[in-house]
């Protein structure tokens, strides 16, 4: 049985960094793809990051070049390191994954989910 446990999230300071972690077990395959979502109160859930294991990687364009996505095979974890943090990045941050996608992004293509991790930026 595939589970994804978030961690890393907190309260920082806009400009503030944080690393968030998606610890995966239970994966039997050499191809993936993994993403992170995220949804504040009141908002749908949006696709942040996504990396698959041709190494193909896409961001959302709210986060290029403060977010970077990248997963170390070794120890089956995907990291999302979060830079220059603004208040509207504030959002329950989920980790996805599947066995194959198309879209990255889209939460429609992804099967295996996280419980979450709260990030919280004040200005």
């Known amino acids: 049985q595939v589970q994804l446990v978030e961690s890393g999230g907190g309260s920082v300071q806009a400009g503030g960094s944080l690393r968030l972690s998606c610890a995966a077990s239970?994966?039997?395959?050499?191809?993936?793809?993994m993403a992170w979502f995220r949804q504040s109160p009141g908002e749908e859930r949006e696709g942040v990051a996504g990396i698959n294991s041709d190494g193909y990687i896409s961001y959302t364009d709210s986060v290029k070049g403060r977010f970077t996505i990248s997963r170390d095979n070794a120890l089956d974890t995907l990291y999302l390191q979060m830079n220059s943090l603004k208040p509207e990045d504030t959002a329950m941050y989920y980790c996805?994954?599947?066995?194959?996608?198309?879209?990255?992004?889209?939460?429609?293509?992804?099967?295996?989910w996280g419980q979450g991790t709260q990030v919280t930026v004040s200005s």
């Open positions: 239970g994966w039997a395959y050499q191809s993936y793809c």
């Open positions: 996805a994954m599947t066995f194959w996608c198309l879209q990255r992004l889209d939460e429609n293509e992804y099967n295996h």
